[in-house]
T-cell receptor, first 116, second 116 residues
Framework: AQTVTQSQPEMSVQEAETVTLSCTYD???????LFWYKQPPSRQMILVIR??????QNATENRFSVNFQKAAKSFSLKISDSQLGDAAMYFC?????????????FGAGTRLTVKP | DTEVTQTPKHLVMGMTNKKSLKCEQH?????MYWYKQKAKKPPELMFV???????INESVPSRFSPECPNSSLLNLHLHALQPEDSALYLC???????????????FGAGSRLTVL
């Protein structure tokens, strides 16, 4: 079974600075999807960014980018120009490419604090 | 409409009560999910419906009974719950076919359940 590990329970960053959240995963599959979701105090899980494993190019969404290292099974999230609204719990998630496999597996989460 | 709507937002029930959580989406998604999330933990998958048929049941106790009456609605019927069942219950939906099968999950804001 696939597992997702986030080794940083908490991180903090100064407003306008850059922070990187770590994620590693374990899988025997060659094709899969990886995601970062954020969950602010409002509780809603919001998609931040996604990466298809067959794509070598790292995904980017505005201030958010990933460093996807397939061989190392690493998928880190970089947040540039951090804003107060970025404060949230961030979950790394894995999803199989397999048709019919609808499960999404989450890491334990990293709580990000943004200091003004 | 790009939302998943969950009702109620908060629910308090006794161990002998029968209640239901409701989830609705109008994005044409044909997969719908129930997740359970305890405080400071990641979401844990409970059930998946694909084309209105139950496709995944993660060995959830029978006091939780899911129902998918149509492609837009998902219910979770609750009966004889235990205090340890108190949690945030998240509903999500996703595509199940085509290139978007990358299957971004769109989540609702959750229903906070307290069992007394």
């Amino acid at each position: 079974a696939q597992t997702v590990t986030q080794s940083q329970p908490e991180m903090s960053v100064q407003e306008a600075e850059t922070v990187t959240l770590s994620c590693t995963y374990d899988t025997s599959e060659s094709d899969y999807y990886l995601f970062w979701y954020k969950q602010p105090p409002s509780r809603q899980m919001i998609l931040v960014i996604r990466q298809e494993a067959y794509k070598q190019q790292n995904a980017t969404e505005n201030r958010f980018s990933v460093n996807f290292q397939k061989a190392a099974k690493s998928f880190s999230l970089k947040i540039s120009d951090s804003q107060l609204g970025d404060a949230a719990m961030y979950f790394c998630a894995y999803r199989s490419w397999e048709v019919g496999n609808n499960d999404m597996r989450f890491g334990a989460g990293t709580r990000l604090t943004v200091k003004p | 409409d790009t939302e998943v709507t969950q009702t109620p937002k908060h629910l308090v029930m006794g161990m002998t009560n029968k209640k239901s959580l409701k989830c609705e989406q109008h994005m044409g998604h044909r997969a719908m999910y129930w997740y359970k999330q305890k405080a400071k933990k990641p979401p844990e998958l409970m059930f998946v419906y694909s084309y209105e048929k139950l496709s995944i049941n993660e060995s959830v106790p029978s006091r939780f009974s899911p129902e998918c009456p149509n492609s837009s609605l998902l219910n979770l019927h609750l009966h004889a719950l235990q205090p340890e069942d108190s949690a945030l219950y998240l509903c999500a939906s996703s595509q199940t076919f085509g290139p978007l099968r990358a299957n971004v999950l769109t989540f609702g804001a959750g229903s906070r359940l307290t069992v007394l």
